[in-house]
């Protein structure tokens, strides 16, 4: 749990806020003494408290600012407190607050946003590695070229699965006004005239008489399963299933060593580029995977790479990751450059990836758009074929 705090620092006598992640108020009160800091105040976080977490976008801007001031030649603390300065959400001044009372306080920068737990652990162990060497802007701006990726691609998903959505909730839409406002006319013309409906009529019918008194609770109930399994997939243990579900499909197969890819070599070269040995970027890289598969896969390859084997064979044994990149962390082991082949490589997986997004949504658009026509079809053929039936018993 996190509680924040309110301390005097026992050295320096100076005032201090901040937040601490504990197990519960008599954790917090001793690793408060322990850094030298005699806390006067306490209190849990709730959750009306400002949400610290970052946003893929605010993370970019942030680091984006940050290295541009430190690029200037101003100091690490100077640039922090002109950023807190310019802040413009409270969110942001809330970070940039406890970042510096943490720098104040004595430590570093990546052992303050590590303590913080503002950024992942990707973020915190390279910036921690470019802080080492000297190099950290020089790092900032590798960790900016991979945040400006992911942008890039969840820009392309989001193109990808903007038709579907309109699609389904045109859908929705035109069920809800159907159940609520054609049909119960037409149930009530067809009665009154004792009209033989055909059955898929009748189907309609008595879904929608079930559906209609309910179908406020019907929605919220539709909106409610949603976010639960929206929560069970992001379980680990219903991840890892779901994913080896899909696996199963080719073409879902080919999607995910694409992406796999994408994230190994670019994630992995900077950690390398950085500094960073092999099999501590591996253990960073497990850390920050989101996918069940390939972390199971990179800390196999980590056990077996302490026992002397070479990352490319440890890989070749699983089919998570392409078969191309494989071979070039092959080729880059025995030459002495798997950073740098590694980075290079990530460009061409990213170009391979949104394309491939792109050529779903080509075939994903006609394919939902006949079924959208398939579901209003038979939603008027249900309406047509009895009043044809009724217009001829008139006549």
Same mark, same amino acid.
């Given at each position: 749990?996190?509680?924040?705090?309110?301390?005097?620092? @026992?050295?320096?006598?100076?005032?201090?806020?901040?937040?601490?992640?504990?197990?519960?108020?008599?954790?917090? @009160?001793?690793?408060?003494?322990?850094?030298? $800091?005699?806390? $006067?105040?306490?209190?849990?976080?709730?959750?009306?408290?400002?949400?610290?977490?970052? #946003?893929?976008?605010?993370?970019?801007?942030?680091?984006?600012?940050?290295?541009?001031?430190?690029? #200037?030649?101003?100091?690490?603390?100077?640039?922090?407190?002109?950023?807190?300065?310019?802040?413009?959400?409270?969110?942001?001044?809330?970070?940039?607050?406890?970042? &510096?009372?943490?720098?104040?306080?004595?430590? %570093?920068?990546?052992?303050?946003?590590?303590?913080?737990?503002?950024?992942?652990?990707?973020?915190?162990?390279?910036?921690?590695?470019?802080?080492?060497?000297?190099?950290?802007?020089?790092?900032?701006?590798?960790?900016?070229?991979?945040?400006?990726?992911?942008? =890039?691609?969840?820009?392309?998903?989001?193109?990808?699965?903007?038709?579907?959505?309109?699609?389904?909730?045109?859908?929705?839409?035109?069920? &809800?006004?159907?159940?609520?406002? @054609?049909?119960?006319?037409?149930? =009530?013309?067809?009665?009154?005239?004792?009209?033989?409906?055909?059955?898929?009529?009748?189907?309609?019918?008595?879904?929608?008489?079930?559906?209609?008194?309910?179908?406020?609770?019907?929605?919220?109930?539709?909106?409610?399963?949603?976010?639960?399994?929206?929560? @069970?997939?992001?379980?680990?243990?219903?991840?890892?299933?779901?994913?080896?579900?899909?696996?199963?499909?080719?073409?879902?197969?080919?999607?995910?060593? *694409?992406?796999?890819?994408?994230?190994?070599?670019?994630?992995?070269?900077?950690?390398?580029?950085?500094?960073?040995?092999?099999?501590?970027?591996?253990?960073?890289?497990?850390?920050?995977? #989101?996918?069940?598969?390939?972390?199971?896969?990179?800390?196999?390859?980590?056990?077996?790479?302490?026992?002397?084997?070479?990352? %490319?064979?440890?890989?070749?044994?699983?089919?998570?990751?392409?078969?191309?990149?494989?071979?070039?962390?092959?080729?880059? =082991?025995?030459?002495?450059?798997?950073?740098?082949?590694?980075?290079?490589?990530?460009?061409?997986?990213?170009? *391979?990836?949104?394309?491939?997004?792109?050529? *779903?949504?080509?075939?994903? =658009?006609?394919?939902?758009?006949?079924?959208?026509?398939?579901?209003?079809?038979? &939603?008027?053929?249900?309406?047509?074929?009895?009043?044809?039936?009724?217009?001829?018993?008139?006549?």
């Amino acid at each position: 749990m996190i509680y924040y705090y309110y301390a005097n620092s @026992i050295k320096t006598n100076k005032k201090i806020r901040g937040q601490i992640d504990c197990i519960d108020r008599k954790d917090a @009160i001793n690793q408060l003494l322990n850094v030298g $800091l005699n806390p $006067l105040f306490l209190r849990k976080k709730t959750i009306f408290d400002i949400s610290t977490s970052l #946003s893929i976008h605010e993370t970019y801007l942030f680091l984006y600012e940050l290295s541009n001031l430190l690029q #200037s030649g101003i100091s690490l603390i100077e640039t922090l407190n002109i950023m807190y300065q310019q802040a413009n959400s409270r969110k942001r001044r809330f970070i940039l607050r406890d970042i &510096i009372n943490e720098l104040n306080s004595g430590k %570093s920068f990546s052992q303050a946003i590590k303590k913080l737990n503002y950024f992942s652990p990707f973020i915190v162990s390279t910036i921690h590695a470019g802080e080492s060497s000297g190099n950290l802007s020089y790092v900032l701006d590798l960790i900016l070229q991979q945040i400006q990726i992911q942008i =890039e691609s969840k820009k392309v998903v989001e193109k990808a699965t903007l038709y579907p959505k309109i699609v389904l909730l045109t859908l929705m839409g035109i069920v &809800i006004v159907a159940i609520k406002f @054609i049909f119960p006319q037409f149930i =009530e013309l067809f009665n009154s005239y004792k009209v033989d409906m055909p059955f898929i009529t009748k189907l309609i019918i008595s879904i929608i008489e079930f559906i209609r008194p309910n179908l406020v609770t019907f929605i919220i109930s539709l909106y409610l399963y949603f976010l639960v399994m929206k929560r @069970i997939n992001s379980l680990y243990y219903f991840k890892s299933i779901s994913e080896k579900i899909k696996l199963q499909f080719t073409f879902y197969k080919n999607l995910f060593q *694409l992406k796999s890819s994408l994230e190994f070599s670019n994630l992995l070269g900077i950690l390398l580029n950085a500094g960073i040995t092999l099999k501590d970027a591996l253990i960073i890289l497990e850390q920050t995977i #989101s996918s069940p598969s390939l972390k199971k896969q990179i800390k196999k390859s980590v056990n077996e790479i302490r026992e002397g084997r070479d990352l %490319s064979s440890t890989l070749k044994e699983q089919a998570i990751l392409s078969g191309t990149l494989i071979s070039i962390i092959e080729i880059g =082991e025995k030459s002495g450059t798997l950073d740098t082949m590694l980075l290079n490589s990530g460009k061409y997986f990213e170009k *391979l990836y949104n394309h491939k997004l792109e050529k *779903l949504l080509i075939w994903i =658009e006609p394919i939902l758009t006949l079924t959208l026509a398939v579901i209003v079809g038979i &939603i008027v053929l249900s309406i047509m074929l009895p009043t044809f039936s009724l217009a001829t018993q008139i006549i």
